[in-house]
């Protein structure tokens, strides 16, 4: 008998928010030394776009696998806020500035907030509904 290996999305989603949440940072405080260094491709427009299909990607399945275990809207509400302040952190403020790097850095905090206690709300959850998976 084979076992079935199931992606965990909040390991992954964790994962990719926290470095996506460095990127923020390393682009925002040092990109000129980034492109000095030849990495300055990281801060570029499709990198960008990269990171945000990858987190909506990930995390709508998460809101959506995390919901249907353990019925709670409190870390949906983190990915809510997280992508918020993601989107004003690059929409609002101009590339590079103090306040885009704080709400983009925020963003991705928020977002590894929102996988980590989605996680630890499914493990948690030992109801009949969850553990039968219907």
């Known amino acids: 008998m084979t076992q079935r290996r199931r992606i965990d999305l909040d390991r992954v989603g964790a994962m990719a928010s926290a470095i996506c949440a460095v990127h923020c940072l390393l682009t925002g405080a040092a990109f000129g030394l980034l492109s000095v260094m030849g990495l300055g491709f990281i801060g570029s427009p499709p990198a960008e ?69 989605n996680q630890r709300l499914a493990h948690r959850c030992a109801c009949d509904h969850c553990t039968t998976g219907e």
């Open 49 to 117: 776009l990269a990171f945000l299909v990858v987190t909506l990607s990930v995390g709508t399945l998460a809101v959506v696998h995390g919901r249907r275990k353990h019925h709670s809207v409190v870390p949906s509400l983190f990915f809510v806020g997280g992508l918020a302040s993601w989107l004003t952190g690059h929409l609002a403020f101009r590339h590079g500035t103090y306040g885009g790097t704080a709400f983009a850095v925020m963003g991705g905090l928020g977002l590894v907030t929102f996988h980590v206690l």
